[in-house]
C-alpha cells in the first residue's frame, strides 16, 4: 500500500467582524491583541484551501462572510505577496507560490513524513494495521501521512489535512496531553464534541484522561471518534522535549483482542520513541511507565 501525504495544511475558515468562522459557521473569537485585517487575509487564504485551491470572489465573500470590496481588497494584497494567484481565463483566485514555500519550510523544520517512512512500514507491516502520522499546528490538528491497513477488513483511516476532534483521537489525545489546559478550551472553543456515544464530553473527565496519557506514554480511542474503530497513539518529542507529532494505529474492534491491542501500543511507542531520540530528546529511550 502506498502513502499519502499532504504538503500544504488547511485550518480553520472564516472571518465576520472580526471573528473567525469554523467550517460548520460557528464563530471564533480571534485572540487578544489580533489584528483585524490579518484574521481577514488568513480567513482568505484558509477558505481558499478549503475550496480546492480556487475560488471566485463572490464565493470567497460567502465564506468569510466579509463583503466583496473588502475581500478584493485584500486579495490584492495577498496577489502583491504571492500568496495568491489571479487564474487566467477565469474571474477566480488560486492559492499561490508563495504558500507553498511556507508549506515546505514548515514540513522541513523536523521533515516529519520522511522521518517517519520506516516506523510506519514497521508498524503496518507487524500489526496489519492503518497507520497515520499527525502534528499541532497552533491550535489545529492536522494529518499529515496516513498508510492503509493491510487486511481485506479495514477501518475508514480518515482523510489528511485538519482535524477537529483532538479530544477523542489517539494521536490528537497524544499531543494535547502536554498543552496546557487553557490551551486546550481554546483549542476547543464550543466544547467537546460528542462523535459516538462514547466520545469524552466533559472537560473535567478530558483532563484526568490526559493525566493517564502523560503517565502511560501513550493515548487510547476506544471508539471515541468512529464506532467500530480502536486506536493506539503516542506522542513524537524533539531535541527540547517539545512534541512535534505523534503516530497512532487503528484497527476496527472486530481484531482489538487485548494481545492484537498490546501489538499495536508496543509497536507505536517503539517507533514514537525511535523517532524522538532521532530529533535528539533528551531520555527518550527510557522504559514505558506501567499502565494506570
Same mark, same amino acid.
Not at 485550518?11 to 464563530?27: D, E, P, T, W, Y
Not at 523536523?110 to 491550535?139: C, F, M, Y
Not at 486506536?231 to 512534541?243: T, W
Given at each position: 500500500?502506498? @502513502? ?17 468562522k ?9 485572540? $487578544? ?5 490579518? !484574521? ?13 485551491g480556487?475560488?471566485?470572489l463572490? @464565493?470567497?465573500? $460567502? ?8 475581500? =478584493? ?21 488560486? %492559492? ?7 508549506? =515546505? #519550510? ?14 510506519? /512500514? $514497521?508498524i *503496518?507491516?507487524?500489526? &496489519?494495521?492503518?497507520? =497515520? ?15 492503509? #491497513?493491510? =487486511? ?8 489528511? &489535512?485538519?482535524?477537529?476532534?483532538? +479530544?477523542?483521537?489517539?494521536?490528537g ?8 489546559? /487553557?490551551?486546550?478550551? $481554546?483549542?476547543?472553543? !464550543? ?12 472537560? /473535567?473527565? %478530558? ?8 503517565? *502511560? ?20 518529542? @524533539? +531535541?527540547a ?32 520513541? #525511535? ?18
Amino acid at each position: 500500500m502506498s @502513502d499519502t501525504a499532504i504538503g500544504s495544511i488547511p485550518a480553520a475558515s472564516g472571518v465576520s467582524n472580526g471573528s473567525a468562522k469554523l467550517s460548520n459557521g460557528s464563530a471564533k473569537s480571534p485572540h $487578544r491583541g489580533s489584528i483585524q485585517s490579518v !484574521d481577514r487575509a488568513l480567513s482568505l487564504l484558509e477558505s481558499l484551501a478549503e475550496a480546492g485551491g480556487e475560488a471566485s470572489l463572490t @464565493d470567497l465573500s $460567502r465564506r468569510t462572510h466579509l463583503n466583496v470590496s473588502t475581500c =478584493h481588497h485584500l486579495l490584492s494584497t495577498l496577489v502583491n505577496w504571492g500568496y495568491v494567484a489571479k487564474v487566467p481565463g477565469r474571474r477566480s483566485y488560486a %492559492l499561490g507560490a508563495r504558500v507553498l514555500y511556507l508549506g =515546505h #519550510a514548515c514540513l522541513r523544520q523536523v521533515d516529519l513524513p520522511r522521518r517517519a517512512q520506516a516506523h510506519i /512500514d $514497521r508498524i *503496518n507491516q507487524v500489526t &496489519g494495521e492503518s497507520v =497515520h502520522v499527525a502534528v499541532l499546528q497552533a491550535d489545529n490538528i492536522i494529518t499529515l501521512v496516513k498508510r492503509e #491497513a493491510r =487486511h481485506a477488513v479495514r477501518v475508514d483511516s480518515g482523510m489528511l &489535512g485538519r482535524n477537529d476532534a483532538p +479530544h477523542a483521537t489517539a494521536t490528537g489525545k497524544a499531543m494535547i496531553a502536554w498543552v496546557p489546559e /487553557d490551551q486546550i478550551r $481554546r483549542m476547543l472553543p !464550543d466544547g467537546l464534541k460528542r462523535f459516538t456515544d462514547k466520545t469524552i464530553v466533559d472537560f /473535567d473527565t %478530558l483532563i484526568e484522561e490526559l493525566r493517564h496519557v502523560r503517565r *502511560n506514554g501513550f493515548a487510547m480511542d476506544r471508539e471515541e471518534f468512529q464506532p467500530g474503530v480502536i486506536c493506539v497513539g503516542a506522542a513524537i518529542r @524533539d +531535541h527540547a522535549g517539545a512534541v512535534v507529532g505523534a503516530i497512532s494505529a487503528s484497527t476496527p474492534t472486530m481484531r482489538a483482542t487485548e494481545e492484537h491491542l498490546d501489538l499495536m501500543r508496543r509497536e507505536v511507542i517503539a517507533a514514537t520513541k #525511535a523517532m524522538s531520540a532521532e530529533l535528539g530528546e533528551p531520555g527518550s529511550l527510557q522504559p514505558i511507565a506501567a499502565v494506570e
